[in-house]
Structures are given as structure tokens and as C-alpha cells.
């Protein structure tokens, strides 16, 4: 087996997330007492292990197939998409309302971290299915989420999310798919979107698509763009959905991974217009969307953290049973394992693969926060603190999604270029995490101009006053985290007042930096905590804390000097360029 889902590392970084009390009775998390999590999680783990880990090698050798209009998921995928709409596991993160559990965020984190690592091509279609879950329970009416919502939910009908247009990718104000008035409160859509996911597919009977479209007389730009929900089918007039919208499929890609997972190009309106309804208000479609936007972007963070996690375990099996030369020492060949340069591999990625999973899972506990917290004030600075974390989450996690699944083609050596060995899979599908749901730039340039520069500054004081207290109480590596965590500060107050060209030359280096200061801080508490509670992981989880520190996050001050010194080399160097 290529993967196993680690519920011990999962379950505790979840409960470090969650803070003191909060699972028990009369905490934010009362609902997760007496075993939920952990139950929940097992049984996660057994549908991913068993049902769609044994699916994602068929599904990247076969891939999605495309004919007239119709597409057809690899051999096995329409059973297990049966049996995960069976399970419920659509449902899980949900509002009671429309048939949800309405478990936490943190809860369908850890869930969504298995389900992606054992099948990403798979589980990327429910994935964007909770963020139009989402916006529609913020924005939608009620007659939509009766008819839609409650589908989507159970897993019945699957959604998809309809932004990029050959024109329009991470630039939206450019898009050109236009609505018109219908007259009796529907619209009709016209126009063309490219790279959507799961927009056809045989796994289920309808799809709904929620598209952002341009009314005639929308303001230019970003603020004349509104949200639209157009089923592939629609009611005909026994209530049936058999009669087929004006929308379609006009072909799939051929792409570097997630084979398994068609993307789409749609077209819609060829013959007079595809009937949809408004979400929320015109022009205002935009914000809407962002409300799915927020949660797919935490939700590909955790695709990273998944496939590290997977190729991590891969890499440590492999090497060791491996055997090349002799380690230091050593009177016989040795595993590869035994090896310094090949542990430091191996530890780059375990380490690298935790302290995303941490980040992720304190973004996730923060947006459970915004929405459980009696006290306003305290929702509100939760709330700041998830779009804080947001960004350094998605971009962070797909970038180690990327480094960790390289590393391990690099310990597998030969094999692990040759398609049998399968880690060659992972690092082809984890490519796209770092583009889709807003490109890493993108992310790095909203933390920058949103987030540190845009706000109040609050969120961050917060952040690092939490910081330098977990710094204060480390009986290791303290000197590293401190100059992590003083870099970090520097660098920050550097952006509030830097030029703007400056702060833009310097964001992806800012994102590094936050996230490695964050990712060592968050790591060293949960040592600590592991310690003090004779968790059987303490010794791995305080051995990972060191070598983050001190290996990993030492990187901290000269990325601050990047930042704060770096920006003129950028700008100033266009001749390079050729430009
Ligand atoms: C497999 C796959 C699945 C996808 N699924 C969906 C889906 O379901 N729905 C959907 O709507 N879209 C989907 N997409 C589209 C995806 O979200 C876009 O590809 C992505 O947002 C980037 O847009 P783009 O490709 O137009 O790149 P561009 O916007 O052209 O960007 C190219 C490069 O320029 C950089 N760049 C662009 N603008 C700026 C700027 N202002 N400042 C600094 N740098 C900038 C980018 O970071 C990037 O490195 C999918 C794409 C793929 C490949």
C-alpha cells in the first residue's frame, strides 16, 4: 500500500489547532467530544485506503475520456462515487439544514487531507463541491437551495465552479461571458470558460455550475461581475430534471497530472442561452464567489500537505529497504536511509509536510472560531486571523506539495523516474495545486497588499505576540526561532511602507518567510505540548521541531533580506529580460 492515513499525526495536530478545552463539553468544539473525531477520521481513512487508493494509479494510466459532448471517469470511479455519496461523506461539512452534519472546519480538514492523498484527481471533484456549498448557503435563495443546494449536499448532483475564460484567468475583471435578462427573474448566459473541473462527467445525473457572467449594463472590472447557477439539466414539467440546458462540453484537456480529473472547456448559450438564476446580487458576484474561493483555497492547501504526506511515506519505505554504500560507520552496505545527505531529505519533507499541515489546520480552526465564538469580538478577530492565514496556506502547503514530491523522485533515484515506482504520479499531479484556485503569486501578493499592508495591522501583532511566546518557552532551537521570528517582524514592518513595486518584487519571499517562522513556531509548541503529555509521537514531533528550526527556518533572515533589500534588483532589471 502506497498510503496510510496517519490519524495519530492528524488527530493531534488537529487537537493543537483546536486549543486548550476546546473539544471538551462546553467548548467551541463540545461536538467533536466522545470520540467523534476520531471515529470519523477512521472511517475517512478506510473509505480512502480501500475504496480510492486502489483507483488513482487506473485513473492516471486511463484518464478521463472525451466523445461527443459526453465524458466518461476512469474504469471503477462511477462505483466509488457511488459509495462515497452512500457513506455521506458529501455531507459532512454541511448545514443541518439542507442534510449536512455540520461538522467543523477542522474536522473536514483532516478528512479532506486523507481523501485527497489517496485519490487527488478523485476527491478534487467533491472539493470544489463544498465551496459552491458554501456560497450558496451564504448568498443563494431559499427556492434554490431546496431544489440545488440540498442535491449538492448529498452528494446526488455534483457543482462546479466556473471562472477562467481564454482571456480571463487570474485577472477576472477581464472576463466576457455575458447574462441577460430573462424577463421572469432567470437570466441566459452566453460564452465561453476553459479548465473547468468535473464540468461534465458521468458520476452523477446533473451538475450544477455556478459561472460568473457580465449583465449588459455592469460597471467595468471586477465589480460588474455576478454569480449564476446553471444546471446542466433542468425541470421539465413533471418536476423531472430531464431537460437539457443550453451548456456544454466541448472537450478536456490532455494535462501533466490529475488524469483522472476532466477539465473542461463549456460553452455556454449556443442556441438562444442557458437558463440561470442569480446568486445573491448583481454585481456583486464576485464577493459571493469568494466565499467558495476562501474555502477551495484552504482545501488545495490540504492537497498539498496530502501528497507530501503520501510521497513522504513512500520515500521513507523505499529508503529503507534500499541499500547503496556504507553509511559513516558502517561495516556493510547500508540502507540509503542510513545516509546523512538522504535523511536530510527525508526530514526536509516530514518536517516541511507537518509544519503545513499545522498552518492548514490553525486556518481551518480559526474560520470554526469566527463562526462558534459567542463573544463578537473574539469571532472577529478569528475571522481576521483564517484571511490572514488563508493565503500562506494554500501557496505554502502546494509549494511543499511540490518540494516534498521532487524529494521524493530524488531519493527513489532512477526508479523514481520511471512511472512504475509511482512517485513520479504525485509530483505531476501536485504541480497544479500551485496554479489553480489563484496562482501562488496571486496568494503571495494577497497577503502582501490585502492582509499586511490593506488591514489594521491586528491579526498580525496577534500573530506574532503568539509567536514570541512559543519562542520564550522553547528549551531548543531558540535562537533560530527567534531570529525566524524577528526577521519576520522586520520584514513585515519593512511592507507596510514600502513602494508599492517593492512590496510586490518581495511577496513571494515574504509568503516563505511567514510561513517557515509560522510553520517552526507551531511545530516547537507541539512538541513541547507532545512532551507534556507522553504522547508516544513526542520524540519524533520534538526531533522534527529541531530540524525545522535549524535547518529549515534558519532561512528566515536572509529571506527578510530579500525582501527589504532585494526589491530594486527586481525592478531595475528589465535588461535582463530583454525587455
Ligand atoms: C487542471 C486545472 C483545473 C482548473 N480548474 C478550474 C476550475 O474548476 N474553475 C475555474 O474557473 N478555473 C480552473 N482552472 C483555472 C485556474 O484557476 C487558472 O489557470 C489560474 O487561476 C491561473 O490563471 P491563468 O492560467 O490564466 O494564468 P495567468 O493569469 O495568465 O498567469 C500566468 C502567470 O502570471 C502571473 N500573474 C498573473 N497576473 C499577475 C499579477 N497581477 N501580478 C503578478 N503575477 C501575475 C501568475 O501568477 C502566473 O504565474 C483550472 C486550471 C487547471 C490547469
Redesign the pocket.
Known amino acids: 500500500m502506497t498510503y496510510r492515513a496517519p490519524l495519530d499525526d492528524i488527530l493531534f495536530a488537529l487537537r493543537l489547532a483546536a486549543g486548550e478545552g476546546a473539544i471538551r463539553p462546553g467548548g467551541i468544539y463540545d461536538d467533536l467530544a466522545d470520540g467523534v473525531a476520531e471515529q470519523t477520521l477512521t472511517e475517512a481513512a478506510r473509505f480512502a485506503e480501500e475504496v480510492l487508493l486502489p483507483l488513482d494509479a487506473i485513473g492516471d494510466r486511463v484518464g478521463a475520456t472525451y466523445a461527443n459532448g459526453a465524458v466518461a471517469t476512469p474504469p471503477g470511479w462511477r462505483e466509488a462515487y457511488a459509495q462515497w455519496k452512500d457513506g455521506g461523506w458529501n455531507a459532512i461539512a454541511a448545514a443541518q439544514d439542507f442534510g449536512g452534519l455540520d461538522l467543523p472546519a477542522l474536522l473536514n480538514a483532516g478528512c479532506t487531507e486523507i481523501w485527497n492523498a489517496a485519490n487527488m484527481a478523485f476527491a478534487v471533484c467533491p472539493l ?1 463541491g463544498h465551496g459552491a456549498i458554501e456560497a450558496m448557503e451564504a448568498h443563494a435563495t431559499d427556492a434554490l437551495k431546496e431544489t440545488y443546494l440540498r442535491r449538492i449536499v448529498s452528494g446526488e448532483w455534483t457543482a ?5 475564460e481564454p482571456g ?4 477576472l475583471g477581464l472576463m466576457r461571458t455575458r447574462a441577460e435578462r430573462a424577463g421572469d427573474g432567470a437570466y441566459r448566459l452566453f460564452g465561453q ?7 461534465e462527467h458521468d458520476l452523477a445525473p446533473n451538475i450544477v455550475h455556478l459561472v460568473l457572467a457580465r449583465l449588459p449594463d455592469a460597471p467595468e472590472g471586477t465589480r460588474g461581475i455576478s454569480l449564476f447557477l446553471a444546471p446542466k439539466f433542468l425541470p421539465d414539467e413533471t418536476g423531472a430534471f430531464t431537460r437539457r440546458n443550453d451548456l456544454r462540453c466541448a472537450g478536456i ?1 490532455h ?1 501533466l497530472g ?1 488524469h483522472g ?1 476532466p ?1 473542461c472547456t463549456m460553452i455556454y448559450g449556443d442556441e438562444g442561452g442557458a437558463l440561470a438564476y442569480l446568486i445573491g446580487e448583481e454585481n456583486k458576484g464576485l464577493a459571493c464567489m469568494f466565499t467558495m474561493m476562501n474555502n477551495a483555497r484552504l482545501s488545495v492547501g490540504l492537497q498539498g500537505v496530502a501528497l507530501a504526506e503520501r510521497a513522504t511515506q513512500m520515500a521513507l519505505r523505499y529508503a529503507s529497504e534500499r541499500k547503496q554504500g556504507r553509511a559513516p560507520g558502517a561495516k556493510q552496505t547500508s540502507a540509503i536511509i542510513e545516509h546523512p545527505d538522504v535523511a536530510r531529505m527525508l526530514l526536509t519533507m516530514a518536517s516541511s509536510t507537518a509544519a503545513a499541515r499545522a498552518i492548514c489546520y490553525e486556518t481551518a480552526a480559526s474560520i470554526d472560531r469566527a463562526q462558534r465564538e459567542r463573544d463578537p469580538a473574539r469571532a472577529a478577530a478569528a475571522q481576521a486571523r483564517a484571511s490572514l492565514l488563508t493565503p500562506v496556506a494554500k501557496a505554502f502547503s502546494t509549494d511543499i506539495g511540490n518540494e516534498a514530491t521532487s524529494l521524493a523522485v530524488q531519493v527513489f533515484g532512477g526508479m523514481g523516474y520511471i512511472e512504475e515506482a509511482g512517485v513520479a504520479q504525485l509530483m505531476r499531479d501536485a504541480r ?1 495545486c500551485a ?8 496568494q503571495a ?1 494577497d497577503l502582501v497588499t490585502r492582509k499586511i499592508r490593506g488591514g489594521d495591522g491586528a491579526a498580525l501583532a496577534r500573530e506574532m505576540e503568539d509567536m514570541r511566546a512559543i519562542v520564550r518557552e522553547a528549551d531548543v532551537s531558540q535562537d533560530a526561532l527567534r531570529e525566524a521570528v524577528e526577521a519576520l517582524a522586520l520584514a513585515s514592518a519593512f511592507l507596510t511602507k514600502a513602494e508599492l513595486a517593492d512590496a ?1 518584487a518581495g511577496a513571494t519571499p515574504y509568503l516563505r518567510l511567514f510561513a517557515l517562522t509560522r510553520g517552526a513556531t507551531l511545530l516547537m509548541k507541539g512538541a513541547r505540548a507532545a512532551a507534556k503529555d507522553n504522547h508516544p509521537g513526542a520524540p519524533r514531533y520534538a526531533a522534527l521541531a529541531r530540524f525545522y528550526a535549524e535547518n529549515i527556518a534558519v532561512a528566515a533572515p536572509s529571506l527578510a533580506k530579500t525582501v527589504i533589500e532585494g526589491g530594486a534588483s527586481v525592478i531595475e532589471a528589465s535588461v535582463a529580460l530583454g525587455q
Open positions: 470544489l462546479t465552479m466556473n471562472l477562467t480571463a484567468g487570474s485577472d470558460k476553459i479548465f473547468i473541473t468535473y464540468g484537456e494535462k490529475i480529473s477539465t497544479i496554479i489553480y484556485e489563484g496562482t501562488n503569486g496571486i501578493i510586490l
